[in-house]
């Protein structure tokens, strides 16, 4: 199966991936494998099934999870279950709570009427896409996750971020999907502990370092392409520093270690004995 290539890492990488993203996604797509899902997906849904046949079926599940960024969630059934009954119920405040909009977008895309699911050819065809699209970005996170990462960051951001929602509410969005927030995080150099915090302090404190970083005063023009590949950069260079920073640490170690282990052998054994330990 065809695997992405990153020949560099940050932010030389990032660009390179940029620039080669549709002919690596085509190549990737054609992949046997992704080619089968595709078929049998639209096979067993190009007509209506009923939401307890399509539970029972794991690689439906599994293909149209991957669809919507939740990848390896397929075996939550109940969960699942529970999703695609509450977004029938206009009343239902379950997916307000659960502030996912991954599992919301997945909800609303299958959208189940009287215990079935009927999908149109364009809503088979956006989600088989999506699943090829997302299957290709956990691959090119198998090979460097920050370049996934950066990735889900630039699809996310303009779902997320929607016009007519208060900051507020986007802020919030964006505090629930795992892997915006992530990039953010870094980006606006925020520590994970602020989990500690209640959410509406947490939203109040992205909202002031967006400002103090970037200069953005609404949330809404984090959606403007400038602004997307201002954090992706600023994310991408943070990443790499701290994962240099980490490496370095571990070479100093490993000198300390090595100290005694060399001694009496000259500076050159030192350095070889160095050298080896990489």
């Given at each position: 199966?065809?695997?992405?290539?990153?020949?560099?890492?940050?932010?030389?990488?990032?660009?390179?991936?940029q620039s080669t993203y549709d002919t690596q996604l085509d190549t990737?797509?054609?992949?046997?494998?992704?080619?089968?899902?595709?078929?049998?997906?639209k096979e067993k849904l190009g007509s209506p099934i009923a939401v307890e046949d399509f539970l029972s079926d794991p690689r439906l599940?599994?293909?149209?999870?991957?669809?919507?960024?939740?990848?390896?969630?397929?075996?939550?059934?109940?969960?699942?279950?529970?999703?695609?009954?509450?977004?029938?119920?206009?009343?239902?405040?379950?997916?307000?709570?659960?502030?996912?909009?991954?599992?919301?977008?997945?909800?609303?895309?299958?959208?189940?009427t009287d215990g079935q699911i009927s999908l149109s050819a364009a809503d088979?065809?956006?989600?088989?896409?999506?699943?090829?699209?997302?299957?290709?970005?956990?691959?090119?996170?198998?090979?460097?996750?920050?370049?996934?990462?950066?990735?889900?960051?630039?699809?996310?951001?303009?779902?997320?971020v929607t016009e007519g929602s208060t900051d507020q509410a986007v802020l919030y969005k964006l505090l629930g999907s795992?892997?915006?927030?992530?990039?953010?995080?870094?980006?606006?150099?925020?520590?994970?502990?602020?989990?500690?915090?209640?959410?509406?302090?947490?939203?109040e404190y992205f909202s002031e370092r967006l400002n103090s970083q970037f200069g953005i005063s609404s949330v809404?023009?984090?959606?403007?392409?400038?602004?997307?590949?201002k954090v992706i950069q600023r994310y991408q260079v943070l990443q790499g520093l701290n994962t240099n920073a980490a490496a370095t640490s571990s070479a100093s170690t490993a000198l300390v270690l090595l100290g005694n282990a060399a001694a009496g052998f000259g500076s050159v054994a030192s350095q070889n004995l160095f050298l080896s330990s990489f």
């Open positions: 199966m065809f695997q992405p290539v990153i020949p560099l890492s940050g932010f030389a990488g990032w660009n390179f991936l990737y797509s054609k992949s046997p494998q992704i080619e089968r899902d595709v078929e049998y997906f599940r599994r293909i149209s999870m991957t669809s919507f960024g939740l990848n390896g969630e397929e075996w939550k059934t109940g969960y699942i279950r529970t999703v695609l009954e509450e977004v029938q119920d206009p009343d239902s405040s379950f997916l307000a709570r659960l502030n996912n909009p991954q599992y919301t977008s997945f909800a609303e895309a299958l959208q189940p088979l065809d956006l989600i088989t896409s999506r699943y090829a699209a997302e299957s290709f970005e956990l691959a090119v996170g198998q090979q460097d996750d920050s370049m996934r990462l950066s990735l889900n960051y630039q699809d996310g951001i303009d779902e997320l795992l892997p915006v927030r992530e990039v953010l995080e870094t980006a606006l150099g925020i520590p994970t502990d602020i989990n500690n915090l209640d959410i509406d302090r947490q939203a809404q023009d984090l959606k403007t392409p400038e602004n997307v590949e």
